[in-house]
């Protein structure tokens, strides 16, 4: 069927029309058709092997510029680095906006964008260290450094909307978060910014549900992507300082499972596996535990006992994959639709 003449489905209009209420456009046959021949455009260049490369090229960028200007700091000193890092941001941040706004390649100049934002904190480093040497404390001088990023970002964000940028976003809050917990609460027995302190963890509980709020607020009216790091860096903080707090008597781990086993069923609601992936692991995780509690002082049926519950996850998962559509929409039907 041709591009002029073929059938739209709901989920396109649905689609649509979240597109053209977060732009403010009215929603109209020529707004509609405008929309619908972008997102067809895109999704057939998203595999294409110029993107696959802008990508990797990208995914380099980002990873080795804050190294080679840190190397830079090591053996010439933290002006050279500092120079360097505001060409860097210069030169990417002004070869995105072409590349986004003048050029329509939207995912290099999204990637450009992302590696001018990853120096701003590399040369906010670089000033401090070369014009406030003023014998500033650790946690203060990195709380600033990090806010850079996250300030970067937000400032990215308005002018290019790559989901991308997300990133260093929600990564530097989550450092700076981590830094601001270790000053207030009792850090003594800490293995990681006082990550064994039993108020540090419930606070990182709470940042992580925040972040996961806040993720979700996102997912409002948005065709694209805007919430993905923000429910990995706050699922991943929320459910790895619970099982470093302890989860109690048995009453505890049920919780711990029961919760888990809420979060399978927000990734049917919401969409994400993020949530199946820790809520698979979660639930699976007690009759492991069961396992070695019954079975401590008997190898055999320990082993026996954990491999028929692997063998038992593998079977459910071939049921799932054979299965999937049937279950989606039987779970569809009797859950609210949160996305």
Not at 37 to 49: H, Q, T, Y
Not at 110 to 132: D, M, R
Not at 253 to 282: C, D, E, H, P, Y
């Amino acid at each position: 069927m041709s591009q002029d003449k073929r059938a739209v489905g709901r989920e396109e209009l649905d689609a649509a029309a979240k597109s053209l209420a977060a732009q403010g456009k009215p929603f109209d046959v020529a707004n509609i058709w405008e929309y619908l021949a972008a997102n067809a455009a895109s999704a057939g260049s998203k595999l294409d092997l110029a993107n696959i490369i802008m990508s990797v090229g990208g995914a380099f960028l980002v990873i080795a510029l804050p190294i080679i200007l840190g190397l830079v700091a090591d053996k010439y000193h933290f002006p050279a680095m500092l120079t360097g890092a505001l060409s860097s941001v210069v030169v990417f941040g002004v070869a995105g906006m072409l590349m986004w706004h003048k050029y329509n390649l939207k995912l290099a100049g999204g990637l450009l964008s992302t590696v001018a934002v990853v120096a701003v904190p590399v040369a906010v480093w670089g000033f401090i260290h070369e014009f406030l040497k003023t014998g500033m404390d650790y946690n203060t001088e990195s709380l600033i450094i990090f806010g850079s990023a996250a300030a970067a970002s937000l400032v990215a964000l308005k002018a290019v909307r790559f989901p991308f940028l997300t990133m260093p976003l929600y990564g530097s809050l989550w450092v700076m978060a981590t830094i601001v917990i270790d000053m207030v609460t009792p850090s003594g027995n800490g293995w990681f910014f006082g990550w064994a302190s039993h108020n540090a963890l419930i606070l990182d509980m709470v940042f992580g549900g925040l972040l996961c709020a806040t993720a979700f607020s996102l997912e409002k009216n948005q065709t694209e992507d805007f919430s993905f790091w923000g429910y990995l860096f706050g699922l991943t903080t929320f459910w790895f300082a619970w099982t470093q707090l302890g989860l109690g008597g048995e009453a505890g781990k049920l919780l711990f499972v029961a919760v888990n086993v809420g979060f399978i069923l927000l990734s049917a609601m919401l969409k994400r596996t993020i949530f199946l992936v820790f809520g698979v692991v979660g639930t699976f995780w007690y009759p492991f535990y069961l396992s070695f509690q019954l079975f401590a002082d008997n190898a055999l049926m320990l082993w026996s006992s954990v491999a028929l519950l692997g063998a038992g996850v593998m079977g459910m998962g071939v049921v799932y994959f054979k299965k999937r559509d049937a279950i989606n929409g039987a779970l569809a039907s009797v859950l609210p639709k949160l996305r």
